[in-house]
């Protein structure tokens, strides 16, 4: 028989109520709830909560938000804590980038951004939210990256050595950033070579800026059509310094010997051995070479002809060429 109209209409209610309860119960205190994340939160421009393959095609919770240019520490802090909350398996924070998308493949790498993954050890919230503003705000032209709330990328583009020389001073002049944690400085991923970085292990200090600037004059000493590329790492595990040449020419590892390539190239590693001479026992240096193919000219691969530590001996490559025995002993000629 078919319901009075006053008992449809109390059915209809009732439903609705039911419905909105169970809305209300997804999304305790009215924030962004379970597809959205924290969108409600000061300062936050969109965010996006979905579900992405994060590792080894492994789905998982991923929390996109970006947030705009002018938030403060206090309210980024609020967002992390959110986040937290969510226990995402990726995190992907913006600033005044674009709206937030949990796409993994679809993110724009010229973003500042902060980033963290499940089973990483994370600092706290206030920390990353301190560096991520401090980095994005000491360097405008560059492109921040922040991994965990404490490593930090700072990209500058096509940078000169002493580009990323004036870069370093002004992280170690920041209360902030000179207490962060990792910190890679230089050429970014898809900068065209010669890049040029400098990846230290906190905390950053004098000495390796100093290092840093008597490692590029020795730069211009590569006579070749192309210069060097340069890369220092300073951790816990001591010093590491790697150089990068492109040999003119198809010169695959086998023709590049001491011989060969000697004279064009020994003045340049001279030069480099001279300060590598004043580090510590077991710092490296490294010297490869990028050798291209005839038929297209894309790079085929690099050939690590140079590898000696300080205070041991070289001996001769896989190859037989000899240039780490004569480097080292080139060393071994100053102490």
């Not at 020419?249 to 340049?268: D, I, K, M, N, Y």
């Not at 490869?288 to 140079?306: E, Q």
Request: aromatic share 4%; proline share 9%; with cysteine.
């Amino acid at each position: 028989m078919p319901l009075p109209d006053r008992a449809r209409v109390a059915l209809l209610a009732l439903a609705t109520s039911v419905t909105l309860a169970a809305c209300d119960a997804g999304d305790p205190g009215g924030r962004g709830g379970a597809d959205r994340g924290p969108v409600d939160l000061p300062g936050v421009a969109s965010s996006a909560v979905g579900e992405e393959l994060v590792e080894q095609d492994t789905p998982g919770k991923v929390v996109a938000v970006d947030v705009e240019r002018d938030i403060t520490v206090d309210q980024l802090t609020a967002v992390f804590e959110e986040i937290d909350e969510l226990a995402p398996d990726e995190t992907i924070v913006t600033l005044a980038c674009r709206t937030a998308t949990t796409e993994l493949a679809d993110q724009d790498d010229t973003c500042d951004v902060a980033r963290s993954s499940i089973g990483t050890a994370q600092g706290p919230s206030r920390h990353g939210a301190e560096v991520l503003l401090a980095a994005s705000r000491a360097f405008p032209e560059a492109v921040v990256t922040v991994r965990s709330r404490t490593e930090v990328g700072i990209d500058l583009g096509t940078p000169r050595p002493d580009d990323v020389a004036a870069a370093l001073d002004q992280v170690r002049s920041d209360p902030v950033l000179s207490a962060a944690g990792e910190l890679t400085v230089g050429s970014g991923s898809r900068s065209p070579d010669p890049r040029f970085t400098v990846v230290t292990a906190p905390p950053l200090t004098d000495s390796t800026i100093a290092l840093w600037r008597s490692l590029a004059p020795t730069l211009p000493t590569l006579q070749l059509d192309r210069g060097a590329a340069l890369s220092l790492q300073v951790g816990t595990e001591g010093t590491g310094i790697v150089a990068g040449i492109e040999a003119p020419g198809v010169v695959p590892p086998e023709q590049l010997t001491p011989a060969s390539h000697g004279p064009e190239l020994w003045p340049f590693l001279h030069a480099q051995l001279d300060v590598v001479a004043t580090l510590p026992p077991g710092s490296t240096y490294t010297v490869r070479n990028a050798y291209r193919l005839v038929a297209d000219g894309t790079p085929h691969g690099n050939d690590t002809f140079v590898e000696i530590a300080v205070g041991e001996p070289g001996e001769p490559d896989d190859l037989g060429r000899t240039w780490n025995v004569e480097a080292a002993a080139y060393l071994a000629s100053m102490s």
